[in-house]
C-alpha cells in the first residue's frame, strides 16, 4: 500500500522537494525555472526519486506550494481581467480608503488597479446592508456588460456588488448569465472569494482572484496531467495562505488563497518543532534565496489574521499595496535572502535588497551571467558556504566572481578590503533582519526576551547565530533538512480550511442565538465540503473566532469563541471574552459602551496527533572534525582555521565548541565564538550561548 508523500516548495530562487517514507525523509533542491515553475517541480521530483529509489505507485499524497500567483499579481502578468459593479461603484476599486499611505511624498505611487477604469462595468441593482432588494437586477444592463465583455476579448471576470456579503443572489444571478453566455470565462464572486464587509477590501480580494484564476487554473492542470503521466495516481493537495492543505479543485476556484503559501509552510514547521522541543515562546526565521520571513510562535500556534497586502509599491509601508482579506499566518517578509543584491549610496552606506538576483542569472558566484554582489556572495568570502560543496555538490560557486562582485559594489567605493566589504553587507542584512523581527514583535505587543530562534531555510542557519546575538536571544534551533523547511512544514500541515461571514450583531440590543447557531451551522458544512474533498473520513476539530468592536470605533479585534449551540446566556459571556481581548491589546476596557459584532469565522481541520516531546538528550560526545575550514573572525577581523563538522556523521549528544562549522546537503549552520552547539535527541541542533 503507498505511503510515501511528496512535498514540493517553488520559491523565487529554488525549488525544494522533501519525501517522507517508511524509512525516514529525504530532501533536495534544485533551481526555480522562473519562465515554467512546473519545469522545476518536475526536475526536483525526478531527482529526488533517483536519490530515494521509490516509484511514482508508491506515494499517498502530493502536497504543492508555490508563489506563482504572488508573482503575477507583483508583475501585471495575469488575465486580462474585467469587473462587473454596482452602477455608480466602478472607481471604488481605485479610490480604495482615500488615504494618502506617505503623508508627506507628494510624487507618492498608488498601486496600480489591476482592473483598467475601461474594463469595470455598471449594472442597475441594489442591495441594502440587511439583504433587502432595493432596486431589482436590470437584465437590459446586464446584456450590454456580456456585449462589452466580449467585444474586448475578457478572459476573466470579478462580480463584486454593494452589500452582496449579505445577500449573494444578485452575484450569483450574474454568474449564471454569464456561465451561459460566455463559457470559457472564469467568473469570481466577491460572495465567495471573500463574503465580508467593507466593499473595498471585498472587491480587491475577488478582483485579485480573478485576475489569477486563468493563470493558476492552466498551472495547476498541467502540473496535475504531467504528475499523472509520470506514474503518480494519488491526491494533489495545495498549501493554503493560512496553514492548512486544500484540495485541487478548490485552490482552482479560489487561487488567492495561495499568495503565503510557501511560508505559511515554514511557520507550520516551526510551530511542530515548539511542541515537539516544549517551547512556549519561539521565532520562526526562514531565510532562503530571495527573502527572509519572521513569524511570532506563542504555545505552539503562530499568529493569525485575515488582511495582507501584496505587490506593495513601497516593500516595507503599510497601506502601499493592493489589500486582500484572506486567512493567512502573519509574519513580517523582507527582502534580504541570500540572493538580494548590494550597492553603495551617495551618503558611503551600504544598501540590501530589496532587489533580488533570484535564480535567473542568481548571484555572481554562480557563474550564470549575473554580476551583482548579493549576500551569497558575501557568504562565500567570509568562508561560511563552501563553493565546491553548494547545494549538494550539485552546483559548483565560483570564489573567485563572488569577491570580484564584492569589491566592485562594496571594496571599491568604501575602500574596503574584500573580506571588509563582505562582513559590512552581512551586518546590515542581519541587522536589517534584527530591526525587522523588533518591529514586529512590539506592533503585536510581544517581546523577543527569552525566545527560542528555530532557523530554516536555505541561508538562515548561515546567519542565525549573529542574528540571535543582534537580538539578545540565547539560544537557537536548527532542525533536520532546515534547508527545506517549508517543503518538510508542508508535510506537517492538517488539511484544513477557514470560512467567514459578516453579520452586524449589537451584543446588548440584537443578539439572537438562534440566528447565529444557524449561521455556523452554514459555516460548517461548506467548510466541512471542502476539508472532505481533501481528506475524506477523518475526524475534524472546529475552531470559531469573531471580529467585535466597541460601537463607533473603526477597526475590530478577533478572538476565539467558545463551541455551540449558543443561548440567550451567551451574550454575557462574549461580552467579557471580547473585554479580556481588548485589555490584553489596550491595557484597559471602555466601560459603558456598546459592543458590536461585525464577523464570524470558522476553521475546520483534520484532527493531527501532537508531537511526541523530545527525550532528553545522551551524554555528550566530542565528535571528530572532517576537515578545516577558512571563517572569518568578527572579533579578530581576518580569517582562522575552523573545524568542519557534517551532520550527518553527528549522533545526539555530540558537542561543539564555536567558532565551527556543521555542514549538510542543503544549508550550512555558523556555531559562532561563544555558542556551544549540541545535537538533541531528535537530531536537532540546539545552539546556546550558555554553558550546556
Same mark, same amino acid.
Given at each position: 500500500m503507498a505511503q510515501a508523500r511528496l512535498a514540493a516548495d517553488i520559491g523565487g530562487t529554488f525549488t525544494d522537494i522533501a519525501i517522507e517514507a517508511e524509512d525516514g525523509l529525504s530532501t533536495c533542491k534544485v533551481l526555480t525555472t522562473p519562465e515554467a515553475p512546473e519545469e522545476g517541480v518536475f526536475n526536483g521530483i525526478q531527482r529526488a526519486l533517483e536519490d530515494t529509489g521509490l516509484a511514482p505507485a508508491d506515494f499517498a499524497l502530493i502536497i504543492h506550494g508555490t508563489t506563482l500567483a504572488t508573482?503575477? &499579481?507583483? !508583475?501585471?502578468?495575469?488575465?486580462? =481581467? *474585467?469587473?462587473?459593479?454596482?452602477?455608480?461603484?466602478?472607481?471604488?476599486?481605485?479610490?480604495?480608503?482615500?488615504?494618502?499611505?506617505?503623508?508627506?511624498?507628494?510624487?507618492?505611487?498608488?498601486?496600480?488597479?489591476?482592473?483598467?477604469?475601461?474594463?469595470?462595468?455598471?449594472?442597475?441593482?441594489?442591495?441594502?446592508?440587511?439583504?433587502?432588494?432595493?432596486?431589482?437586477?436590470?437584465?437590459?444592463?446586464?446584456?450590454?456588460?456580456?456585449?462589452?465583455?466580449?467585444?474586448e476579448a475578457v478572459e476573466s471576470v470579478a462580480v463584486a456588488l454593494m452589500n452582496s456579503y449579505a445577500a449573494p443572489r444578485h452575484e450569483r444571478l450574474i454568474a449564471d448569465h454569464l456561465s451561459s453566455a460566455l463559457p470559457d470565462l472564469s467568473v469570481?464572486?466577491?460572495?465567495?472569494?471573500?463574503?465580508? &464587509?467593507? !466593499?473595498?477590501?471585498?472587491?480587491? =480580494? *475577488?478582483?485579485?482572484?480573478?485576475?489569477?484564476?486563468?493563470?493558476?487554473?492552466?498551472?495547476?492542470?498541467?502540473?496535475?496531467?504531467k504528475l499523472a503521466e509520470m506514474g503518480f495516481n494519488c491526491p494533489l493537495c495545495l498549501m493554503t495562505s493560512g496553514g492548512g492543505l486544500a484540495a485541487l479543485e478548490t485552490v482552482r476556484r479560489f487561487p488567492i488563497r495561495l499568495v503565503e503559501s510557501g511560508p505559511a509552510g515554514g511557520a507550520i514547521l516551526a510551530a511542530r518543532l515548539a511542541g515537539e522541543c516544549g517551547l512556549d515562546r519561539v521565532l520562526s526565521f526562514d531565510m532562503g534565496g530571495t527573502t527572509a520571513k519572521i513569524c511570532l510562535i506563542d504555545d505552539g500556534e503562530p499568529q493569525h489574521s485575515r488582511t495582507f497586502e501584496v505587490a506593495r509599491q513601497y516593500r516595507f509601508m503599510k497601506g502601499s499595496g493592493i489589500p486582500l482579506r484572506i486567512p493567512v499566518i502573519e509574519m513580517i517578509e523582507i527582502g534580504a535572502g541570500g540572493g538580494s543584491i548590494a550597492s553603495v549610496d551617495s551618503l558611503a552606506r551600504i544598501h540590501v535588497g530589496p532587489e533580488s538576483a533570484g535564480a535567473e542569472p542568481g548571484p555572481a558566484c554562480y557563474d550564470r551571467g549575473g554580476t551583482s554582489a548579493t549576500v551569497t556572495d558575501a557568504d562565500i568570502v567570509l568562508g561560511r558556504i563552501d563553493p565546491d560543496s553548494f547545494a549538494g555538490g550539485t552546483m559548483r560557486l565560483s570564489l573567485e566572481k563572488a569577491r570580484n562582485a564584492i569589491d566592485k559594489a562594496v571594496g571599491v567605493p568604501l575602500k574596503l578590503s574584500s573580506l571588509d566589504a563582505a562582513f559590512g553587507l552581512s551586518e546590515i542584512v542581519e541587522e536589517n533582519m534584527a530591526n525587522a523581527a523588533r518591529v514586529h514583535a512590539v506592533e503585536r505587543g510581544k517581546e523577543l526576551d527569552g525566545r527560542t530562534l528555530i532557523a530554516f531555510g536555505g541561508a538562515a542557519p548561515v546567519h542565525a547565530a549573529r542574528l540571535a546575538r543582534t537580538l539578545g536571544i540565547d539560544q537557537v534551533l536548527v532542525p533536520t533538512a532546515a534547508g527545506v523547511g517549508s517543503a518538510v512544514g508542508f508535510l506537517r500541515a492538517p488539511v484544513a480550511y477557514e470560512v467567514v461571514r459578516s453579520l452586524y450583531t449589537l451584543l446588548d440590543e440584537g443578539f439572537d442565538p438562534d440566528a447565529l447557531n444557524a449561521l455556523y451551522a452554514d459555516l460548517r458544512k461548506e467548510a466541512e465540503d471542502i476539508v472532505a474533498a481533501a481528506a475524506p473520513g477523518v475526524e475534524l476539530l472546529e475552531t470559531r473566532t469573531a471580529d467585535m468592536r466597541y460601537r463607533g470605533q473603526g477597526h475590530e479585534i478577533s478572538f476565539n469563541l467558545p463551541p455551540g449551540p449558543y443561548d440567550a446566556s451567551t451574550r454575557d459571556r462574549f461580552s467579557e471574552l471580547f473585554g479580556s481581548a481588548y485589555e490584553a491589546s489596550y491595557a484597559r476596557r471602555i466601560p459603558d459602551v456598546e459592543i458590536e459584532a461585525l464577523n464570524w469565522t470558522l476553521r475546520l481541520a483534520a484532527r493531527q496527533e501532537p508531537p511526541a516531546p523530545c527525550p532528553d538528550a545522551p551524554a555528550d560526545v566530542e565528535p571528530e572534525a572532517a576537515s578545516l575550514r577558512k571563517l572569518f573572525d568578527p572579533e579578530e577581523g581576518s580569517m582562522r582555521d575552523v573545524p568542519v563538522y557534517r551532520r550527518g556523521d553527528l549522533v545526539p549528544g555530540a558537542k561543539i565548541r564555536g567558532p565551527a562549522i556543521i555542514s549538510e546537503d542543503e544549508t550550512t549552520t555558523v556555531v559562532l565564538s561563544g555558542f556551544i552547539a549540541r545535537i538533541n535527541a531528535l537530531g536537532y541542533i540546539v545552539m546556546s550561548k550558555k554553558t550546556i
Open positions: 508573482n503575477a &499579481i507583483i !508583475e501585471h502578468k495575469g488575465a486580462r =481581467t *474585467a469587473m462587473i459593479v454596482t452602477e455608480g461603484f466602478r472607481d471604488t476599486i481605485e479610490i480604495a480608503y482615500e488615504n494618502r499611505f506617505e503623508q508627506y511624498d507628494i510624487y507618492m505611487d498608488k498601486p496600480p488597479p489591476l482592473v483598467p477604469r475601461a474594463l469595470r462595468f455598471g449594472v442597475t441593482e441594489r442591495m441594502d446592508a440587511r439583504g433587502n432588494v432595493l432596486i431589482p437586477l436590470d437584465e437590459a444592463s446586464l446584456g450590454r456588460v456580456v456585449e462589452s465583455l466580449k467585444r469570481s464572486l466577491s460572495s465567495e472569494v471573500s463574503p465580508e &464587509i467593507r !466593499e473595498y477590501d471585498r472587491w480587491s =480580494t *475577488a478582483v485579485a482572484n480573478a485576475y489569477v484564476q486563468p493563470l493558476m487554473s492552466s498551472y495547476l492542470g498541467r502540473l496535475d496531467e
